[in-house]
């Protein structure tokens, strides 16, 4: 009989810009009971943070949509990481991504699909959104998955708007995302 993982490490590896992607990464830590690790201004990680992501069982990726992909400060970790890549030390990991930008679309899509591609050559195995749109006419912008995403989390703030000013269900589908990725890192762990 398999033990059963009540408790997977998650670690959540973000960059924000403005404190927007910051705020949903917390909602998504809140649902996963994951730590987070920012992404600095410069691009980097702490030596702290690899440690942590080479540790964990699940990697959850953030960055927000900037010129349609993903902050340079993200993608100069992703390119980073191509020192654990060569020692699969990624390997069979649990992995998700969210984003967030000012437009409704803001080629959010293009980011949650990198970060896929990302997780892929590190061989790891990514967790879609499991939720239903909100996309009748009785949608509300408070409602989950305003956005219609399969794949990750997407959230819009208006670009004059205060992290404080983020849609609440754009964080309820973040904190909903964490504790889905930590019910299938939990389920994928005990059977290994």
Do not use: C
Not at 23 to 49: K, P
Not at 59 to 66: K, S, V
Not at 74 to 100: H, R
């Amino acid at each position: 009989m398999t033990e059963f993982n009540p408790s997977p490490a998650i670690a959540i590896v973000y960059h924000s810009g403005y404190g927007h992607t910051q705020r949903m990464a917390e909602a998504v830590a809140n649902g996963a009971g994951a730590v987070l690790h920012a992404i600095d201004a410069g691009g980097n990680l702490s030596d702290d943070g690899w440690a942590a992501l080479d540790a964990a069982d699940a990697i959850i990726f953030g960055a927000p949509t900037y010129m349609g992909g993903p902050s340079w400060q993200f993608k100069k970790f992703a390119d980073a990481s191509s020192k654990p890549w060569f020692s699969a030390k990624w390997q069979d990991k649990v992995f998700g991504g969210f984003t967030n930008s000012a437009s409704l679309n803001g080629d959010k899509l293009n980011t949650l699909q990198y970060f896929v591609l990302l997780s892929g050559q590190h061989g790891g195995l990514w967790v879609s959104l499991g939720l239903k749109p909100s996309n009748v006419k009785a949608s509300k912008r408070d409602d989950v998955n305003r956005m219609g995403s399969y794949i990750g989390p997407m959230a819009q703030s208006d670009a004059d708007a205060a992290p404080e000013e983020m849609s609440a269900g754009d964080l309820e589908t973040a904190r909903l995302y964490g504790a889905r990725v930590a019910g299938v890192t939990r389920q994928y762990t005990s059977t290994r």
